[in-house]
């Protein structure tokens, strides 16, 4: 099993996480201002695979050192990138955020 992690703009971090800690951290910065509004998870293989969310529902995917800005439509679709990332399928996120 990989090494992964999420962590706020505000500092907190926690490790080995679950899709309910992506939803509580959604639900967390939705009451941040604008400053510390977001959040990432990595997901660590042979590289760092990150994917940031603001709160506008912009992303940021950074996969083998490639960065990519996608809008989500919804909180729902963020979610699923999110799941998608814990479970490894980069190629699927890849396909969907270019």
Not at 24 to 31: E, G, N, V, Y
Not at 47 to 75: C, H, M, P
Not at 77 to 93: G, Q
Request: charged share 30%; proline share 0%.
């Amino acid at each position: 099993m990989s090494e992964n992690y999420i962590q706020y703009a505000s500092g907190y971090q926690k490790d080995n996480i679950d899709e309910k800690d992506i939803v509580k951290a959604i639900s967390d910065i939705q009451l941040m201002d604008d400053e510390h509004g977001t959040f990432w998870v990595s997901v660590i293989t042979d590289d760092e695979n990150v994917i940031e969310v603001n709160r506008d529902l912009s992303l940021i995917v950074i996969f083998e050192g490639q960065q990519t800005q996608y809008q989500a439509k919804d909180w729902k679709e963020v979610i699923e990138l999110y799941n998608l990332l814990l479970s490894e399928k980069f190629d699927v996120i890849t396909e969907r955020v270019n």
